[in-house]
């Protein structure tokens, strides 16, 4: 069995102040890590992901997360966040389950970027 | 641009009414996919399938039939509605002959409101 545990369900940064958005998960295999954002009414977005290699993965907008596999955990971070970055954040974990790519989502994070 | 189309973008439906909810994709990707998002809860699949011709059971798939007659199309049909599944739904896609490391790509939901 799969999980995503996001702490924290809302995080309020200062416009230019580090982004941290935690994700823990467990997973019986090796995962395949994924964070996506969601703008209000839109779908989810690929931010970026993990799957081999390299623990430190870049993303797009200046996002990068590290795979800690020692902690279980694939935490998000930018350096100086920008009032764009208002949005919702997803972790989900990936893996091959019963034939069909099964991905569990984490609840969310709603990060609120103050000016 | 590629991607996915659902329709409607919203929709306020008389409980035991039947609905459909479409979803188009133009990526050519094999695997499609339908969640509910509920506050608090993240995404749970619905349905899914991996190619043309099968569709699979997903986490919460009550109350709910998937058809894929081809490639592109995959739509969600409600045959009885009921306030319970009052959600916003997405429609997602992935090129599943990559592999299950690949992500999931997003439509931008459809807002769905059972009276």
């Known amino acids: 069995a799969q999980s995503v545990t996001q702490l924290g369900s809302h995080v309020s940064v200062s416009e230019g102040a580090l982004v941290l958005l935690r994700c823990n998960y467990s997973s019986s295999v090796p995962p395949y890590l994924f964070w996506y954002v969601q703008y209000p009414n839109q779908g989810l977005q690929l931010l970026l992901k993990y799957t081999t290699g390299a623990t430190l993965v870049k993303g797009i907008n200046g996002f990068e997360a590290e795979f800690k596999k020692s902690e279980t955990s694939f935490h998000l971070t930018k350096p100086s966040a920008h009032m764009s970055d208002a949005a919702e954040y997803f972790c989900?974990?990936?893996?091959?389950?019963?034939?069909?790519?099964?991905?569990?989502f984490g609840t969310g994070t709603k990060l609120q970027v103050i000016p | 641009i590629a991607g996915i189309t659902q329709a409607p973008t919203s929709q306020i439906l008389a409980a035991g009414r039947r609905m459909t909810l479409r979803c188009t994709q133009d990526m050519r990707h094999n695997a499609m996919y339908w969640y509910r998002q509920d506050l608090g809860l993240g995404l749970r699949l619905i349905h899914y399938?991996?190619?043309?011709?099968?569709?699979g059971k997903g986490e919460v798939p009550d109350g709910y039939s998937v058809s894929r007659a081809n490639t592109d199309d995959f739509p969600l049909t409600l045959a009885s509605a009921v306030p319970s599944q009052t959600s916003v739904y997405f429609c997602?896609?992935?090129?599943?002959?990559?592999?299950?490391?690949?992500?999931?790509?997003f439509g931008d939901g459809t807002r769905l409101s059972i009276l």
């Open positions: 989900a974990v990936s893996q091959r389950s019963g034939g069909y790519q099964k991905v569990t």
């Open positions: 997602a896609s992935s090129d599943r002959d990559r592999g299950h490391n690949q992500p999931q790509h």
């Open positions: 399938s991996n190619t043309a011709g099968t569709t």
